[in-house]
Structures are given as structure tokens and as C-alpha cells.
């Protein structure tokens, strides 16, 4: 009989240590290591098929050797899914679907397994019970898939066996964190468990060809709970982000080996599930009926999809002396350099006043492109003039006070003439190979940013 082995485990990162520390050397946490058993003896209950005389073995290939097969992919019916997937479900990948707690994470996969016809697909529960589920369910759909199982169970040696009976072709897994193996003796949900379930069913996806759905939980920094190596044995990782008190969801892609990383979904949380928000550009740009201060459009990219987003500034006298800097949706220090651009290159005196930044709808933004439409509103809002609401801009500012050219500005200008704004303002860097015959709405290029001043507040 083997002996049994213990490690110590951060739980915040999943660093390893043969011994206890105080400080996780890796994420720099105090008191967070935990022992847990990571081998035990060799009577444990065999997981999926890890018989090895079974198993074909492995030879070196070489490169122009191996044979290039057609990546086959399956279209779950949820276009905002399809797109952060890359154009559809890939056979035999395990994806990672992450989000705080109450965010819709359960209802999208529940969601996506009532609704796809035509594939036998199994969802695991360990923390809801099939009553629960059932509600859930009936009031998302009025006509669920037949093809739909559901299963509560927690141990992955129960869920393999049900596997083999039932033969799914898609597996969700509600979540990750309530699975235990046999092989394992530690508590559901430690890093020990979380590991070698994710290991058993990757070796599960990949032997059979079926893709796997995992949702996983989030620790109070927002990052996925559990090691590291989670994120990296994955082939997909999506992170559901929103507010809770909002309608709004946003599932975006951080990692993904089939398709472009950084791809972006829109959701809108209803009484009846989730609603694919096909144009972001209405909900990101509000509604009103007279020109206010402080506004101003811009033309951004998410991954591969361009969106018009209303960018938001107020700048008033600082009352307490030292000035507040506060931006929501915007990183905080690029503001700071932006403002100081202003102070250097255009006169404005800035150093004295609150500045507060809000992306409208509740999304994080990191394109570059968004800078001019922050200048504009920030300025509009320091002078109490207001930015006509047809014009929208894109192009990054640099330290110089020059307009920068951005990518794929063409995909920009034709979102913006869709919608119906009349004049876009671009860097002159931009115009090449741009056909402006074929757009209905005014392209203005300038070179710097006196220029768009001059030009939009007269």
C-alpha cells in the first residue's frame, strides 16, 4: 500500500510548499496555506478510462507528417456565445466560464442546454437540485430540448459512470468547485480537487471528442478561485462581468486557443432569462432630447466588433484643496496623463478642478481609440459647452498632443454612418487606402488636437 502524501497549498494562488509558510512567496498572502493530501493509496476507485495498457502510445511526429484535419464547430444557437467562441462549440474542448456570484453564469449554460436541439447534452449540478433546476428552467423556456439530462452528483467517479451510460455529446458542469475525486482526500473546492477534477475531465474531452463546460467561482478580487494552472489547462476562459443591480451582462473571451482572445458578448438579464443584445450601440448610447455638457461619442473596438460608447465628464472646482482624479470604466492613471496633456500642450489649467470619467453601460474600455472623445468631454464639460450629438470620434492622443492613427478604422467609420452620426473626426494618419466616397456621414482628419477644438467648439 503507497503512503499517503501531504502538501500545503496556498488558496489564494495554488503556490505549492513541501512544508507550512507563513507568506506565500508567489502572491505575497499571509496565512493562506492549507495541507492537503495530494496522494493516496492505490485502493482509490479508478477515474475516467486511466487504464495505460488501454491507451495507444504516443510517437514523435514530424511536422509536415501529420495529417491537418477540418476544425469542425458547433453552432449552440446563441449568436453572443458563437462569437466570444470564435464561430461556434469546438469538439473536444473544455471551456471556463467565470463571473461572481448571482451574475447569470447558471442561467446561461442552463439557458444553452434547453435551447440546443438536435445534441444529447448532460448538466451536472452540485449545487442546485433537480427542483430548482426545474423551475429555473421553466421559467426560461416554454419549450425545452428534449435531448436534455440533468444530473446532481458531486463525485466524479459517479458522474463518469453515468457518462458512459448516457453517451452525451455536450457536458456542462455547475461548477468545478463542488466536484471531488476519490484520489483526493480534501475538502470539494480546495485547490488539490479542483485540480485533479479539471484534469479528469480534460482527459475526458479530449479521449472522446466532447465538449466540456465548466463554471467556475471567483474570489473577492475578482480572479478565478482555484490555481493558476486552472486558467491554463482550459482551452477557453470567458469571464461574465456585470453589476448585479443592472440588466447588462458582458461575457468576454480572455483566453482562447480556437479564436481571437478579447472578444466580447452582450446580454440583457430578464424576468425570462437572458436576451442576446445583437446592436451594443443602443444600449451603450443613452437616449436624450436636448445637448448636454460633458458628452461626447466614441468609436471603439471590442475584440473584432466595433461599438459606439458614450463617454462621460464633469470638472468642477475642487472644494477640499487636493483635486479629485476618478474614472469609471477608464483606467485612472491614462486619464491623469491625458489631463496633463491638457495642461502642457493646450493651456488648460486643470490642476485646481475634480475630474470624474464614466464609460456609459457599465463596460471596462482599454482602446486607445476612446482618448480624443475623453479630451472632448472633458474640455466640454470645463467650458459648458455641449458636443453635438451626431459627431463621434476616434483616434489616440499622444503625449505631444498629436492625433494618433488606430486600427481598422474603417470598420469604426462604417458603425458610425450605420447609426446615423454625420461627422466622425480621425487622425489624418488614417486616410490612407480609406474610400470616403462610400460612406454617407463627414470625415474630418486633423494631426493635432488644437485642431479638433477648433473645429468643434468653434
Not at 491638457?342 to 474600455?365: H, M, P
Request: charged residues 25%.
Amino acid at each position: 500500500m503507497a503512503k499517503t502524501k501531504t502538501a500545503y497549498f496556498c488558496q489564494s494562488c495554488g503556490y505549492e510548499s513541501a512544508k507550512w509558510l507563513g507568506k506565500c512567496p508567489s502572491c505575497n498572502q499571509w496565512n493562506t496555506f492549507v495541507e492537503e493530501v495530494v496522494e493516496k493509496s492505490s485502493t482509490a476507485i479508478p477515474t475516467w478510462k486511466n487504464d495505460t495498457s488501454a491507451r495507444k502510445l504516443s510517437k514523435p511526429s514530424k511536422v509536415d507528417e501529420i495529417q491537418s484535419s477540418t476544425e469542425r464547430r458547433i453552432l449552440t444557437g446563441d449568436k453572443e456565445l458563437d462569437r466570444v467562441l470564435g464561430g461556434g462549440l469546438v469538439e473536444g474542448s473544455l471551456v471556463l466560464i467565470g463571473g461572481e456570484p448571482g451574475i447569470g453564469k447558471s442561467t446561461l449554460m442552463l439557458q444553452l442546454a434547453l435551447n440546443l436541439k438536435g445534441k444529447k447534452l448532460l448538466y451536472i449540478s452540485g449545487e442546485e437540485s433537480e427542483q430548482q433546476i426545474k423551475m429555473r428552467a421553466e421559467r426560461i423556456t416554454e419549450n425545452p430540448s428534449t435531448d436534455c439530462y440533468i444530473l446532481t452528483e458531486t463525485s466524479t467517479q459517479n458522474i463518469f459512470k453515468q457518462i458512459e451510460i448516457l453517451e452525451p455529446e455536450i457536458l456542462v458542469v455547475d461548477s468545478i468547485q463542488t466536484l471531488h475525486s476519490a484520489h483526493i482526500d480534501s475538502t470539494p473546492g480546495s485547490v488539490s480537487q479542483v485540480r485533479e477534477c479539471t484534469a479528469e475531465l480534460l482527459r475526458f474531452a479530449k479521449e472522446t471528442g466532447t465538449p466540456v463546460f465548466l463554471i467556475g467561482h471567483i474570489t473577492k478580487d475578482g480572479a478565478i478561485a482555484g490555481p493558476k494552472i486552472l486558467e491554463h489547462m482550459v482551452d477557453t476562459v470567458l469571464q461574465f462581468e456585470g453589476d448585479r443591480h443592472h440588466v447588462y451582462r458582458i461575457l468576454r473571451s480572455i483566453k482562447n486557443r480556437f479564436g481571437a482572445a478579447a472578444e466580447l458578448g452582450i446580454y440583457e438579464m430578464q424576468g425570462t432569462g437572458l436576451r442576446e443584445v445583437s446592436n451594443p450601440s443602443e444600449i451603450l448610447l443613452s437616449q436624450r432630447d436636448e445637448e448636454l455638457s460633458g458628452i461626447a461619442i466614441a468609436a471603439m473596438l471590442e475584440g473584432a466588433r466595433p461599438m459606439l460608447i458614450e463617454t462621460q465628464a464633469l470638472v468642477s472646482t475642487a472644494a477640499y484643496g487636493t483635486p479629485q482624479r476618478s474614472a469609471t470604466g477608464f483606467d485612472t492613471k491614462r486619464m491623469n496623463m491625458l489631463l496633463a496633456v491638457l495642461e502642457k500642450r493646450c493651456g488648460f489649467r486643470l490642476s485646481t478642478q475634480d475630474v470624474f470619467l464614466n464609460i456609459a453601460g457599465g463596460i471596462r474600455v482599454e482602446d486607445p481609440a476612446i482618448d480624443l472623445a475623453v479630451l472632448i468631454a472633458i474640455i466640454s464639460s470645463h467650458q459648458d459647452i455641449a458636443v453635438s450629438s451626431k459627431n463621434c470620434f476616434a483616434a489616440e492622443v499622444g503625449l505631444s498632443g498629436e492625433i494618433r492613427a488606430v486600427n481598422r478604422i474603417e470598420q469604426r467609420i462604417a458603425e458610425a454612418d450605420k447609426l446615423g452620426f454625420e461627422t466622425i473626426y480621425i487622425s489624418k494618419y488614417n486616410l490612407k487606402g480609406v474610400d470616403l466616397t462610400k460612406y454617407n456621414l463627414e470625415i474630418k482628419a486633423v494631426s493635432k488636437i488644437e485642431e479638433v477644438f477648433g473645429l468643434v467648439f468653434g
